[in-house]
């Protein structure tokens, strides 16, 4: 028959196990999550060939593609479009607003 010393002793190093576990466990997954979060900020820290015109972007498959459409397909950024103060002008006069 154990004594009760020898069976909590044991009970403690059976939770000590588990804790021990419990925490690899977790380490491992937030090193994931970590892996995970380096790679998707290196996606938009590389080179990136751009038109010095027309501003557009060439991907990984040598395409040309609208910067907005790289940057949404390289990030979690969304853009909205509008037209600036200083470019006001010239586009409602292109736009035969005004003459």
């Known amino acids: 028959m154990k004594d009760d010393s020898s ?3 044991a009970e403690l190093l059976i939770k000590v196990q588990q804790l021990r576990e419990q925490l690899i466990k977790e380490r491992k997954i937030s090193t994931e999550e970590l892996e995970r979060s380096i790679a998707k900020h290196h ?3 590389d080179f990136i ?3 010095s015109y027309c501003k557009i972007v ?3 498959a040598s395409e040309w ?3 907005e459409v790289y940057i949404t397909e390289h990030s979690d950024v969304q853009f909205s479009h509008g037209i600036c103060p ?3 002008p010239k586009v409602i ?3 035969g607003i005004i003459k």
């Open 65 to 67: 593609v609208p910067m």
């Open 43 to 45: 996606t938009l820290s």
């Open 7 to 9: 069976s909590t002793k």
């Open 86 to 88: 200083e470019c006001y």
């Open 49 to 51: 060939s751009i038109c």
């Open 58 to 60: 060439r991907n990984n």
């Open 93 to 95: 006069k292109e736009a």
